[in-house]
């Protein structure tokens, strides 16, 4: 039986979400800023002949194409990037409107909505970390190097060659490798080396481009930190709907999760006590109120035999009763007893 045991904390479940929206708003924003110059370079000077990488359009014998070249390598993406139809034709964009923000070319608009919600990400994730140390549950997705040496193993048993799951605990050693390269590698490069792209940080903080290698290396390494967000969150969907959409969406906005590796309840207290009613054989009590040495004697051999009776079987248990009764019969033939003496005795001992 499955049981609901509450998995997800209001502080982790709305700074989840809060995560989600600035996310989504810093790609859309972020390729609207890349859109004004879509070059990248390594070092410091950015002149479009010594890009490695380029997303735009060329005209080809009167026909606008869009293609996109690294490190010499070009490919056509008419259609999807480089150049997009407009009403006055076709024009150089490296991404389209529906993935920008704003949708229209608006490079000071892009640069507004993707500061403000930068910040908005690096505060967001602060209280995450800050309040998921203090409850004691950062440590449980971080991985050590006994997670680490389990991460093939892992990713054998989801490309189904692994029968059995290496995990122990909430988390398996695949997600405590991807949550901490997240949280303690890519979120750190991504805010450093968009703070060193800044002017007005550059000015106060000369190290910050150098530690990149110049502003256009640290642009360079910003833009593909980005795309390996976007691989992280497509995972992270793609587990979610693999291992039960409704379920996890529950755990993610009511905190609630159905965790098959937890019981269902207990058997009630009246189930119990039956089972042990069945499973316990049933012994005579033998009064010992009985004046005569005689009878103080016969009544311990009958205890005695009670009590082997109750790790033999019923049948002989129900044999030596007999015995007994037997035996009392023959003990109220042989004394003088009076019959007030006798009765009480002799019904217990039948009970």
């Known amino acids: 039986m499955e049981k609901l045991v509450y998995r997800q904390n209001r502080v982790t479940r709305a700074t989840h979400w809060v995560n989600l929206l600035a996310l989504v708003i810093l790609v859309m924003s972020g390729f609207q800023i890349f859109n004004a ?8 000077t950015s002149e479009p002949e010594k890009a490695f990488l380029s997303i735009t359009a060329a005209n080809d014998e009167g026909e606008v194409r869009g293609f996109f070249r690294i490190y010499g ?47 908005l990400f690096a505060l967001n994730g602060l209280l995450y970390v800050i309040y998921n140390i203090a409850n004691s549950h950062l440590r449980k997705f971080l991985l050590t190097s006994k997670d680490a040496a389990r991460v093939p193993a892992m990713v054998l048993y989801y490309l189904r060659i692994r029968k059995e799951s290496p995990q122990e605990g909430e988390y398996n050693p695949l997600q405590k490798f991807a949550y901490t390269g997240v949280f303690f590698v890519l979120t750190p490069l991504i805010m450093l080396s968009g703070m060193a792209m800044s002017p007005q940080l550059d000015a106060a903080f000369h190290w910050l481009p150098t530690m990149f290698g110049g502003r256009q290396s640290a642009r360079s390494i910003h833009f593909i930190l980005t795309f390996l967000f976007i691989g992280f969150t497509f995972g992270h969907v793609f587990m979610v709907l693999i291992t039960g959409v409704l379920n996890n969406m529950r755990s993610m906005v009511t905190g609630w999760y159905k965790d098959p590796g937890v019981e269902g309840p207990e ?11 069945i499973q316990e054989p049933v012994t005579a009590r033998v009064s010992r109120r009985w004046g005569s040495p005689e009878l103080e004697q016969i009544s311990s ?25 037997d035996e009392h019969l023959k003990l109220e033939s042989s004394t003088q007893i009076s019959p007030t003496q006798t009765n009480e005795p002799k019904k217990e001992i039948e009970e």
């Open 37 to 44: 110059h879509p070059h990248l370079y390594w070092g410091h």
């Open 301 to 325: 051999a009958q205890e005695k035999r009670q009590a082997d009776a109750g790790a033999a079987p019923q049948d002989n248990g129900m044999s030596k009763s007999t015995t007994s009764q």
């Open 73 to 119: 390598w070009q490919i056509d993406t008419t259609g999807v990037l480089g150049v997009q139809n407009t009403a006055m034709g076709p024009a150089p964009r490296a991404f389209p409107s529906w993935l920008t923000i704003p949708g229209y070319f608006w490079l000071a608009g892009g640069r507004r909505w993707h500061f403000f919600f930068a910040w």
């Open 267 to 277: 058997p009630t207290s009246l189930e119990t006590s039956k089972g042990e009613m």
